[in-house]
């Protein structure tokens, strides 16, 4: 039977990514919430729309620069994580959500987006 791939620094580093991640989409989510309650809403009405354009463009503009330029290059290997390091990255971004979640139910979101 083969021993399991230790846990390394760069899925520590992935982890903590996507606990990052998860506390702040929680904390925009919540601060856009309460934007729609203020005389601002439009704001909060049009900057999705704006996020999904600029998305749409990112994709468009990729697939027409892969397109016109095809690179040969090979994709990089998947990291193959076991164990505790697959562990800790699968529940990293649901850790995240759930702090998020605690940190907009206390009223900390102004002073947790202040910090970043």
């Excluded at 998860?22 to 309650?37: C, E, I, P, Q, Y």
Aim: charged content about 15%; cysteine-free; hydrophobic content about 55%.
């Amino acid at each position: 039977m083969r021993e399991p791939r230790r846990t390394q620094m760069g899925d520590w580093i992935k982890t903590i990514i996507n606990v990052v991640f998860g506390v702040l989409v929680v904390l925009v989510a919540d601060g856009s919430a309460r934007l729609v309650t203020t005389e601002f809403w439009p704001l909060a009405v049009v900057m999705p729309v704006l996020v999904a354009g600029l998305v749409l463009f990112e994709k468009v503009f990729n697939g027409l620069i892969d397109w016109e330029f095809p690179s040969e290059v090979q994709p990089a290997r998947k990291s193959k994580a076991q164990g505790f390091a697959r562990f800790a990255r699968l529940l990293s971004l649901p850790v995240g959500i759930a702090i998020g979640l605690i940190l907009a139910l206390f009223g900390l979101t102004d002073a947790t987006l202040a910090m970043v």
